[in-house]
């Protein structure tokens, strides 16, 4: 099952090699399946596809690709899916990713199931046998194995259902902000079907919560005297930032996000960063001193509110979510608001805001949470980089902290940052600062090693405009290490940095205080530098901050392959979240 090749550095399919977009189809004109799937997806503004391609999904590929859709080529369906999620995250609107039947699928079940865990809208176009063809050994029951992840899976019955049925994965995964597997069997493909009008889509309505629930968190507000705003992904997507911090100063409200909003308030005085296991110390405390905790678009899960620890005994928690399924999923809320985050936000503001005008006290009349001193507090003390701390720098190694504070000095503050899973995570993704939501690239809700290096291809194709850094330790790399040509291939100027414990690091703080043999995950050293430059990067080795200097120097310089910086890492201890983590293990 032979992949296709991408066109030369950073151009995906070169324009001069592709065939001539087809002329507009009218309703009575016939067309392979293959392309009239691949029309209905580039009607509707599919123009980037990530995938493998072998016999079963070749000409569906080279369709799109004649109709003016950049391919990109990945080395593993697993990083081609996963290449697609962090893609249709940056971008907002849905990804694509094409795989072989039978093992083509199968290969890029993780990544479907982190995207379809994240809510992430992403289209993945499954080749499939015959239904005739029960003795096949690329037979699955497809329908089944992405329903188990919660996926929603699709499949044409005959050539006259194609375009309907595309039409639809595309619009469920746009609107419903779902993963959908369209499964498309190679006799369907091998059939030809006529082409309706398509629509172009139509924006779903946000979904306005109800007054009386309005009045009861507007209500709620402006009886708190220390509320606390934590902002999710469904925050992110809304694009709700200047909502919530209108309604957070008339109430006085501190703000702070989920890991995967992470970077929605920078830059506000009263940005608390990351609320669970990554908080800060000072974040924690003033999290679990609040009176009144309001989750927008956010889970409330077991990492974002460590365990329910986060919530002070006489916290009221409030929830808002445009899913009402949401509510109270993962802790009691006392008030659940159905609707969608920003408006929302606006609506309650306008509330307290018409309250005032009639003579009410204003909500946080008295600066609710916020006083110059606090503001001056979080200034001074939410930053990890700022919290005190005992190098435990070798000389031959690195204190994992130091390395992260270096870079976070040298790099550019436009940077997108794409961390894989691992004891290691913490470092990059809290003293790594990033610009804004969109500079944060979190692929963990699956909590999948190997995953991180092609999340950062995907957000780097997305967003070309800033450096994107991928943070991967040891584990993970060496995991989706064959997508390092990818970035060659593609001339992505990337920045990847490997935390190198040689270990499974996770695993060895979790189980040594009991005593348990430890060596099936440990590892001895592997020369991963050396390994970069086989693939084309140009690569350094870390063992003390001064090596970071060569990394100033590929910033200064042309940029012309990736940058692979192998740090040598301590590992003594623990990072400090995986306590907490472990606990739901």
């Given at each position: 099952?032979?992949?296709?090749?991408?066109?030369?550095?950073?151009?995906?399919?070169?324009?001069?090699?592709?065939?001539?977009?087809?002329?507009?189809?009218?309703?009575?004109?016939?067309?392979?399946?293959?392309?009239?799937?691949?029309?209905?997806?580039?009607?509707?503004?599919?123009?980037?596809?990530?995938?493998?391609?072998?016999?079963?999904?070749?000409?569906?590929?080279?369709?799109?690709?004649?109709?003016?859709?950049?391919?990109?080529?990945?080395?593993?369906?697993?990083?081609?899916?996963?290449?697609?999620?962090?893609?249709?995250?940056?971008?907002?609107?849905?990804?694509?990713?094409?795989?072989?039947?039978?093992?083509?699928?199968?290969?890029?079940?993780?990544?479907?199931?982190?995207?379809?865990?994240?809510?992430?809208?992403?289209?993945?176009?499954?080749?499939?046998?015959?239904?005739?063809?029960?003795?096949?050994?690329?037979?699955?029951?497809?329908?089944?194995?992405?329903?188990?992840?919660?996926?929603?899976?699709?499949?044409?019955?005959?050539?006259?259902?194609?375009?309907?049925?595309?039409?639809?994965?595309?619009?469920?995964?746009?609107?419903?902000?779902?993963?959908?597997?369209?499964?498309?069997?190679?006799?369907?493909?091998?059939?030809?079907?006529?082409?309706?009008?398509?629509?172009?889509?139509?924006?779903?309505?946000?979904?306005?919560?109800?007054?009386?629930?309005?009045?009861?968190?507007?209500?709620?507000?402006?009886?708190?005297?220390?509320?606390?705003?934590?902002?999710?992904?469904?925050?992110?997507?809304?694009?709700?930032?200047?909502?919530?911090?209108?309604?957070?100063?008339?109430?006085?409200?501190?703000?702070?996000?989920?890991?995967?909003?992470?970077?929605?308030?920078?830059?506000?005085?009263?940005?608390?960063?990351?609320?669970?296991?990554?908080?800060?110390?000072?974040?924690?405390?003033?999290?679990?001193?609040?009176?009144?905790?309001?989750?927008?678009?956010?889970?409330?899960?077991?990492?974002?509110?460590?365990?329910?620890?986060?919530?002070?005994?006489?916290?009221?928690?409030?929830?808002?979510?445009?899913?009402?399924?949401?509510?109270?999923?993962?802790?009691?809320?006392?008030?659940?608001?159905?609707?969608?985050?920003?408006?929302?936000?606006?609506?309650?503001?306008?509330?307290?805001?018409?309250?005032?005008?009639?003579?009410?006290?204003?909500?946080?009349?008295?600066?609710?949470?916020?006083?110059?001193?606090?503001?001056?507090?979080?200034?001074?003390?939410?930053?990890?980089?700022?919290?005190?701390?005992?190098?435990?720098?070798?000389?031959?190694?690195?204190?994992?902290?130091?390395?992260?504070?270096?870079?976070?000095?040298?790099?550019?503050?436009?940077?997108?940052?794409?961390?894989?899973?691992?004891?290691?995570?913490g470092y990059p993704s809290m003293y790594l600062s990033v610009p804004d939501a969109d500079g944060f690239c979190f692929t963990q809700a699956y909590q999948s090693i190997g995953l991180g290096l092609a999340s950062a291809i995907g957000s780097a194709i997305a967003r070309p405009d800033r450096l994107t850094v991928a943070a991967l330790g040891?584990?993970?790399?060496?995991?989706?290490?064959?997508?390092?040509?990818?970035?060659?291939?593609?001339?992505?100027?990337?920045?990847?940095?490997?935390?190198?414990?040689?270990?499974?690091?996770?695993?060895?703080?979790?189980?040594?205080?009991?005593?348990?043999?430890?060596?099936?995950?440990?590892?001895?050293?592997?020369?991963?530098?050396?390994?970069?430059?086989?693939?084309?990067?140009?690569?350094?080795?870390?063992?003390?901050?001064?090596?970071?200097?060569?990394?100033?120097?590929?910033?200064?310089?042309?940029?012309?392959?990736?940058?692979?910086?192998?740090?040598?890492?301590?590992?003594?201890?623990?990072?400090?979240?995986?306590?907490?983590?472990?606990?739901?293990?």
């Amino acid at each position: 099952m032979p992949d296709a090749e991408a066109g030369p550095a950073g151009q995906g399919t070169p324009a001069d090699q592709r065939t001539p977009a087809r002329p507009e189809t009218s309703a009575h004109t016939a067309l392979p399946v293959t392309e009239a799937v691949a029309e209905v997806l580039t009607r509707l503004g599919a123009d980037t596809v990530f995938g493998v391609v072998g016999s079963g999904n070749f000409k569906v590929t080279n369709a799109l690709i004649a109709r003016g859709a950049r391919y990109v080529a990945a080395r593993h369906e697993g990083g081609a899916a996963v290449m697609a999620d962090a893609w249709a995250r940056l971008t907002g609107r849905p990804g694509l990713v094409s795989v072989h039947q039978g093992p083509g699928l199968t290969n890029a079940m993780t990544g479907i199931t982190e995207a379809a865990k994240s809510r992430t809208p992403l289209v993945v176009l499954a080749a499939d046998v015959a239904s005739s063809a029960v003795r096949s050994n690329f037979r699955i029951d497809v329908a089944a194995l992405a329903t188990s992840v919660g996926a929603t899976a699709l499949r044409p019955r005959s050539p006259g259902f194609a375009v309907d049925e595309t039409v639809r994965a595309y619009r469920v995964a746009a609107a419903e902000r779902r993963t959908v597997v369209l499964a498309l069997p190679l006799d369907v493909q091998a059939g030809a079907c006529t082409m309706p009008p398509i629509e172009p889509l139509a924006s779903r309505p946000a979904a306005a919560a109800s007054a009386a629930a309005v009045g009861s968190l507007a209500d709620a507000l402006a009886k708190a005297k220390r509320p606390v705003f934590i902002a999710g992904r469904g925050a992110r997507v809304a694009g709700a930032r200047a909502d919530l911090e209108r309604l957070a100063d008339q109430c006085g409200a501190l703000l702070a996000t989920s890991a995967a909003a992470k970077g929605l308030f920078h830059g506000s005085p009263w940005d608390l960063d990351v609320s669970g296991g990554f908080a800060s110390p000072l974040a924690a405390e003033l999290i679990r001193e609040a009176d009144l905790v309001v989750g927008w678009g956010c889970s409330l899960n077991m990492w974002t509110l460590r365990h329910g620890n986060l919530i002070g005994p006489e916290a009221t928690v409030a929830q808002v979510d445009d899913d009402p399924s949401a509510l109270g999923g993962h802790v009691p809320v006392a008030l659940g608001v159905t609707g969608d985050v920003a408006l929302t936000a606006r609506a309650v503001a306008d509330a307290l805001d018409g309250a005032a005008e009639a003579g009410a006290p204003a909500a946080g009349a008295d600066g609710g949470y916020r006083s110059a001193a606090l503001q001056d507090r979080i200034a001074a003390q939410v930053r990890w980089r700022d919290v005190p701390y005992e190098d435990d720098s070798t000389g031959d190694r690195i204190d994992p902290r130091t390395l992260s504070i270096g870079l976070d000095d040298l790099l550019p503050a436009e940077r997108i940052v794409a961390v894989d899973s691992g004891n290691f995570m913490g470092y990059p993704s809290m003293y790594l600062s990033v610009p804004d939501a969109d500079g944060f690239c979190f692929t963990q809700a699956y909590q999948s090693i190997g995953l991180g290096l092609a999340s950062a291809i995907g957000s780097a194709i997305a967003r070309p405009d800033r450096l994107t850094v991928a943070a991967l330790g040891d584990g993970g790399a060496l995991m989706g290490i064959s997508e390092l040509e990818t970035v060659v291939r593609l001339g992505l100027p990337m920045v990847i940095v490997v935390y190198d414990d040689d270990a499974y690091g996770a695993e060895v703080h979790h189980f040594a205080p009991d005593g348990d043999p430890l060596d099936t995950v440990r590892f001895p050293p592997v020369k991963i530098a050396r390994i970069g430059r086989g693939f084309g990067c140009q690569a350094i080795t870390v063992r003390r901050r001064r090596d970071l200097r060569a990394v100033k120097a590929w910033l200064d310089g042309p940029r012309d392959a990736p940058l692979l910086v192998h740090a040598k890492v301590t590992s003594e201890h623990g990072s400090w979240w995986l306590e907490e983590a472990f606990r739901g293990h």
